[in-house]
Nanobody, 122 residues
Framework: VQLQASGGGPVQPGGSLRLSCAASGFTLDSYAIGWFRQAPGKEREWVSQISASDDSTRYANTVKGRFTISRDNAKNTVYLQMNSLKPEDTAVYYC????????????????WGQGTQVTVSS
C-alpha cells in the first residue's frame, strides 16, 4: 500500500502547478483523500479534501478559489490543481488517504505520500 505524490517544483507567483497523488496496492475511489502542506518552521496544515462517498470537496480559506481537488478513478489518482500561486503557498505538499469519512486532522489519516516540494518565487 503506497501513495506517491508528484508534480511539485519551482514556479513564479501567479503560476500554476498540478499535483498528483497516485495509489498502488489499493483503490483510491473508496478512500477519502486529503492534501496537506508544511512550510519550514510551521505546523502541517490541511489544504483540501475530497470524500469517497460523493466526491464532495472542501478547501482551506487560504486556497479557496485558487486550488481544485479532483479524482480520476480510472488512473487511481487524485489531483490538486493549483492556480494563482503565491509565495506563501511554498511548502512540501502531502496527500493522505483515509478509509472512512474525510477529516481535516492529519493524525486521522491512514496512509501518506512522501511529499512533493512546491516553491513559489520570482
Amino acid at each position: 500500500v503506497q501513495l506517491q505524490a508528484s508534480g511539485g517544483g519551482p514556479v513564479q507567483p501567479g503560476g500554476s502547478l498540478r499535483l498528483s497523488c497516485a495509489a498502488s496496492g489499493f483503490t483510491l475511489d473508496s478512500y477519502a483523500i486529503g492534501w496537506f502542506r508544511q512550510a519550514p518552521g510551521k505546523e502541517r496544515e490541511w489544504v483540501s479534501q475530497i470524500s469517497a462517498s460523493d466526491d464532495s470537496t472542501r478547501y482551506a480559506n487560504t486556497v479557496k478559489g485558487r486550488f481544485t481537488i479532483s479524482r480520476d478513478n480510472a488512473k487511481n489518482t487524485v489531483y490538486l490543481q493549483m492556480n494563482s500561486l503565491k509565495p506563501e503557498d511554498t511548502a512540501v505538499y502531502y496527500c493522505a488517504a483515509r478509509s472512512t469519512v474525510v477529516s481535516r486532522v492529519a493524525s486521522e489519516y491512514d496512509y501518506w505520500g512522501q511529499g512533493t516540494q512546491v516553491t513559489v518565487s520570482s
